[in-house]
């Protein structure tokens, strides 16, 4: 039953969500599972690409952070194609180019090639998540936002235990070329349901492309991520080339925020950071970003290197993240819809720093339940967050106004993991290189490295904590139209 409007009545917004709805949101979700696997599932390859291509740990994270990058300059597009072609049009092509580039990935002959296949991937994978959000989310409508969104976090749920258990297995028993391989049957099975699923609709006319906004982003970002990433490895101040990176990707962002806020159609709609309630989603996002995507970085490499286990069984190691994260998002979708999602972001951002505290105190010798009980704790701190923050940015807002706040959603989020990924990475690098020339026992000196690198990750989520402390008591919208 719905109003004149168009929207939800209340019957409706107490009763389970209708078959359409739940028809797009699980096609949505396997296509989407397969660029949130190939976001974590080359975690517990790293340390076999580094000895296969040779490859020291600063170029081997760009296989993640070129993805990752590639994952976010391309959403600020998902608005304008899916106007010019279609929904359906803009969704099918991005999986068929992410089938494509994963081919290629399993063919890789160079670290160099891996990653710029990696980046190709990106480009399809990016419109992916976005195209399908919008799609959800326009279906659903406000006042269920919380349980859509819970059905299209499944591949964010799914990612950290599914991703390194697979990549793990395949790495151990086969080769990480077919971390990639494996995505190609998949892909045919979500490209042939979303050809039968996805109603076709008409194209709009699509709105004159921002060249100018994307042609000053997407370097920008880049050249910031690089000289970030270069300073953190270095751990100094007089790298001449990391700083200019630094400037001048700083100065080609804010060109494009100068820009965005003077014409009437950019690449990313700035102007729903009027919307303080957005801006303060968007905020935990980035955070948590971070957070999310860089750990799933070093988590791997602890247990690989450290305690030199396989990559098999370094996925299972993972896999109480991944549980705890769905046990927390099983009932925080609810909760979100009905006005508390303040109170579950509130709670699980301390344990998630809670549980990132365990690492930065891991010895060679830890226990691995304690390390597991840590993680579980970070799994439910990140499932009491995801949905709840991302149904508080949609819920003051119209319906007109969600393609552009996916888009920033999604790239904000990218960026963030992009950028703590390589910072991670780089600071790793640089404790690794110390412990190993100082002279101390090298196990324990190696887990000291680690632990050190563990408060990086804490650090954003603690910060985080900030502005959920503002976010509004009950983010339903008053009236249906979102305002």
């Known amino acids: 039953m719905t109003t004149t409007a168009g929207m939800p009545t209340d019957a409706s917004e107490s009763g389970p969500l209708e078959q359409h709805v739940v028809a797009v949101a699980a096609v ?14 080359v975690s517990v390859a790293i340390d076999t690409l580094g000895r296969d291509f040779g490859s020291p740990l600063a170029t081997i994270q760009w296989v993640m952070t070129g993805y990752m990058l590639a994952l976010a300059a391309v959403i600020p597009l998902t608005g304008w194609a899916a106007a010019r072609f279609g929904g359906k049009q803009v969704w099918l092509f991005s999986l068929a180019l992410f089938i494509g580039a994963s081919a290629l990935c399993a063919t890789a002959w160079s670290i160099e090639s891996l990653i710029a296949f990696r980046v190709l991937q990106g480009l399809g994978g990016g419109m992916v998540m976005p195209v399908g959000m919008t799609l959800v989310a326009q279906a659903a409508g406000p006042q269920r936002m919380g349980r859509a969104m819970s059905i299209v976090g499944i591949p964010m749920m799914l990612g950290p235990v599914l991703g390194p258990v697979v990549g793990g297995l395949v790495v151990s028993n086969v080769s990480w070329r077919w971390m990639f391989v494996l ?18 609709k008409p194209s709009l006319r699509a709105e004159r492309l921002d060249v100018v906004g994307l042609s000053v982003l997407t370097p920008g970002v880049v050249a910031f991520v690089y000289g970030l990433s270069v300073l953190a490895e270095r751990g100094g101040l007089d790298e001449v080339r990391a700083w200019v990176a630094v400037v001048a990707g700083a100065a080609l962002i ?16 700035l102007r729903l950071f009027a919307n303080r309630t957005f801006t303060l989603a968007v905020t935990i996002q980035v955070l948590l970003g971070a957070v999310l995507i860089g750990s799933m970085l070093l988590l791997p490499l602890y247990y690989q290197v450290v305690r030199g286990e396989s990559a098999s069984t370094t996925g299972l190691l993972l896999v109480p993240q991944g549980v705890g994260a769905a046990l927390a998002m099983a009932v925080t979708g609810r909760l979100a819809d009905r006005g508390k999602a303040r109170l579950a972001v509130l709670t699980g951002l301390p344990l998630m720093v809670a549980g990132l505290a365990g690492y930065t105190a891991s010895t060679a010798g830890t226990s691995y339940v304690v390390m597991s009980a840590a993680l579980l704790v970070i799994g439910i701190g990140t499932g009491c967050v995801m949905a709840p923050v991302m149904a508080t940015a949609y819920a003051k807002l119209d319906r007109a106004a969600m393609p552009g706040a996916t888009a920033t ?5 990218r960026i963030g993991g992009a950028i703590g990924t390589a910072i991670f990475a780089a600071v790793l690098q640089h404790q690794l290189s110390r412990a190993r020339s100082g002279g101390a026992d090298l196990v324990e000196a190696t887990a000291d490295a680690f632990g050190s690198t563990f408060w990086w ?9 900030v502005p959920a402390v503002f976010l509004p008591r009950s983010p339903r919208p008053a009236s249906g139209d979102g305002r």
């Not at 995505?183 to 076709?200: D, H, K, M, Q, Y």
């Open 409 to 413: 959603l999604n790239v904000t989020q």
């Open 28 to 41: 949505v979700v396997l296509g989407a599972v397969m660029t949130v696997l190939d976001s974590t599932i």
């Open 254 to 269: 804010a060109t494009f925020v100068r820009h965005a806020l003077r014409v009437d159609k950019p690449l990313l709609d």
């Open 457 to 465: 990750p804490l650090a954003p989520a603690a910060l985080a904590i």
């Open 183 to 200: 995505n190609i049957p998949l892909g045919l099975v979500a490209f042939w349901l979303s050809t039968r699923v996805i109603e076709r």
